[in-house]
């Protein structure tokens, strides 16, 4: 039997990353893997990259490892700039490295790894999705390369976990493991459960759970504040919340301040 730890989406929470890591080695995890956004968002990407590199197997490519490790002259967008800079030019390199996916057999599955779909790291595949995007996840692309079809597929990139079956297929998104957006702030990561058979198609019984992680969220928020961090404020709000920032206005989240 083989237990895997699926984690996804730190984004600089170092905080949460160790909270996640050790929760997984108190479960019996016999090895991690990440499904990229190491860094950005978060104050301590470098510090999570270089955990990264330490304790997961293999590391998928994330849109931030993208555009974290290009040119700095096209990062425009606010922040950006503060979070390339807070890396090392070797973490930009390890990132420039990375797959952008990777396959392994569990109990007889073939199970996919991906950031966010089969076409690239930035094309976001909603939890509420057509069946031709489902579909995609099990198709033969670029960036999959060739191969039979997988059975299950894991994705990050959401923020959002959840898992579904149809036609037999399992598609699953291991959600957040430093910056959940889906209004549980507790972090996301996923185990999977199966008997490493070496490549064959020999069925046996497989596994899979989220695992939701409590953290100390207000060391997080003044390690964040502590090095000025751009965009504090709306990192607070979503750590606190689970809520994407851009929602945050509309439903009146923000951090109270000393006079009201
Ligand atoms: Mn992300």
Redesign the pocket.
């Known amino acids: 039997m083989v237990r895997i730890a699926v984690v996804?989406?730190v984004?600089g929470n170092l905080t949460a990353y160790r909270a996640v890591l050790d929760d997984a080695e108190r479960r019996g995890a016999d090895v991690v893997l990440n499904l990229?956004?190491v860094a950005?968002?978060g104050p301590r990407g470098s510090a999570c990259v270089a955990l990264t590199r330490e304790r997961c197997a293999l590391t998928v490519k994330?849109?931030?490892e993208v555009v974290l490790s290009e040119d700095a002259r096209r990062l425009t967008r606010p922040g950006m700039q503060w979070w390339r800079a807070e890396l090392t030019d070797d973490d930009r390199a390890w990132m420039r490295g990375l797959p952008l996916a990777h396959h392994l057999r569990l109990s007889g599955r073939l199970v996919r790894f991906v950031?966010a779909s089969t076409d690239s790291p930035f094309t976001r595949i909603w939890r509420h999705h057509s069946q031709a995007e489902f579909d995609s996840f099990f198709e033969q692309t670029p960036l999959t390369g060739e191969g039979p079809a997988p059975d299950v597929v894991v994705y990050?990139?959401?923020?959002h976990a959840y898992s579904e079956v149809i036609g037999g297929r399992t598609l699953i998104n291991c959600g957040?493991a430093g910056?959940p957006l889906d209004e549980d702030p507790q972090l996301s990561y996923l185990l999977l459960e199966g008997e490493d058979d070496d490549g064959g198609e020999r069925p046996a019984a497989f596994a899979y759970q989220f695992v939701r992680v409590p953290y100390d969220l207000d060391a997080e928020v003044a390690a964040a504040r502590a090095v000025s961090m751009p965009l504090t404020e709306a990192y607070e709000v979503e750590l606190r919340t689970g809520v994407y920032r851009s929602l945050h206005s509309e439903r009146g989240l923000r951090i109270p301040t000393a006079d009201g």
Not at 156 to 159: A, I, R, V, W
């Open positions: 996804s989406d984004h990229g956004d950005g968002k994330g849109n931030w950031h990050g990139d959401l923020h957040s910056n």
